[in-house]
């Protein structure tokens, strides 16, 4: 099992730029996929990104294509989100996941490992 720690959150301004860091520790930070996920209140928890093992592939949801970009640091545990051009409607708490294959990368539940999240606000 690996644990995983969210940071970077905040109250922006739409238009604004956040990046979002996630720390792993207690595995082999290299040996997962790591995925972002959001959740705003009162809605199911969303696919944001996912980036393989090596960082060579990564994916986006439509909703985020061309304004995120999902990055790994595999010497110091971390993965990254960066959020530009930010809309009021990408307000949620973000969680990153880990889990061992890129297979299903869309589906939460196909991840075992979760952060607490941190909370992104982003007025209008």
């Known amino acids: 099992q690996v644990q995983l720690v969210e940071s970077g959150g905040g109250l922006v301004q739409a238009g604004d730029s956040l990046r979002l860091s996630c720390v792993a520790s207690g595995g082999t930070f290299s040996t997962y996929v790591m995925g972002w996920f959001r959740q705003a209140p009162g809605k199911e928890r969303q696919f944001v990104a996912v980036?393989?093992?090596?960082?060579?592939?990564?994916y986006y949801a439509d909703s985020v294509k061309d304004r995120f970009t999902i990055s790994r640091d595999n010497a110091k545990n971390t993965v990254f989100l960066q959020m530009n051009s930010l809309k009021p409607e990408d307000t949620a708490v973000y969680y990153c996941a880990a889990k061992k294959f890129m297979s299903g990368s869309y589906d939460a539940l196909r991840y075992d490992n979760w952060g607490q999240g941190t909370q992104v606000t982003v007025s209008s």
């Open positions: 980036i393989s093992w090596n960082g060579g592939s990564t």
